[in-house]
């Protein structure tokens, strides 16, 4: 099965600079790559899909990429504000084309004013 | 908007009641999950459906059981709940690879 592994550790930066999260899997290449937000005590929200075929995304002030070759996507929300602060969660697809991720553990970002 | 919902935002039950959660969704998605959310473990898929009548086995299914009798409505069944069953359970029901989350029910089993 594929395993996920994101940062446990609570990733802290300050208002303004850039916060990028770090999402490594093993195994097979899924098809698609997805983050999620996710504030304390509600469920996880959509934030972006990125393809195989994709090697980078935007959307406003989020970045994702995807390197199949490393096995990893990384998550960049530049200009950082304090309302960013959340878990976020990379969730890749299951071995199949199931259209049913799988979802890692998380990584909390605290951002200070 | 997708809106999911979930009948409670909080729920404490005994050991051995039967409890039922109920999600419903208003987009009119075809597949439709459970999932519970602990500490350290992160979200772990308990069942979904396909369709209505439907139910596929997740990767935790022991100690539960669904129901989906309409399209927009899938329900949890903890036939007997147990303590190692207080957890986030969180309802998501989705459109191709997205999923759409209920805003989750904290359940405390005594």
């Known amino acids: 099965s594929q395993k996920i592994e994101q940062n446990s550790e609570a990733l802290n930066i300050q208002e303004g600079k850039t916060a990028t999260l770090t999402c490594n899997y093993t195994n097979y290449s899924p098809a698609y790559l997805q983050w999620y937000r996710q504030d304390p005590g509600r469920g996880p929200v959509f934030l972006l899909l990125?393809?195989?075929?994709?090697k980078e995304k935007r959307k406003e002030r989020l970045k994702v990429t995807f390197d199949t070759t490393l096995k990893q996507s990384l998550f960049h929300i530049t200009a950082s504000q304090p309302a960013d602060s959340a878990t976020y969660l990379c969730?890749?697809?299951?071995?199949?084309?199931?259209?049913?991720?799988?979802f890692g553990r998380g990584t909390s970002l605290i951002v200070h004013p | 908007d997708v809106k999911v919902t979930q009948s409670s935002r909080y729920l404490v039950k005994r050991t051995g009641e039967k409890v039922f959660l109920e999600c419903v969704q208003d987009m009119d998605h075809e597949n439709m999950f459970w999932y519970r959310q602990d500490p350290g473990l992160g979200l772990r898929l308990i069942y979904f459906?396909?369709?209505?009548?439907?139910?596929e086995k997740g990767d935790i299914p022991e100690g539960y059981s669904v129901s989906r009798e309409k399209k927009e409505r899938f329900s949890l069944i903890l036939e007997s709940a147990s303590t190692n069953q207080t957890s986030m359970y969180l309802c998501?029901?989705?459109?191709?690879?997205?999923?759409?989350f209920g805003p989750g029910t904290r359940l405390t089993v005594l």
């Open positions: 990125i393809r195989e075929n994709e």
């Open positions: 459906s396909y369709d209505v009548k439907m139910k």
């Open positions: 998501a029901s989705s459109w191709l690879d997205t999923q759409y």
């Open positions: 969730a890749l697809e299951r071995a199949g084309g199931s259209y049913i991720p799988t």
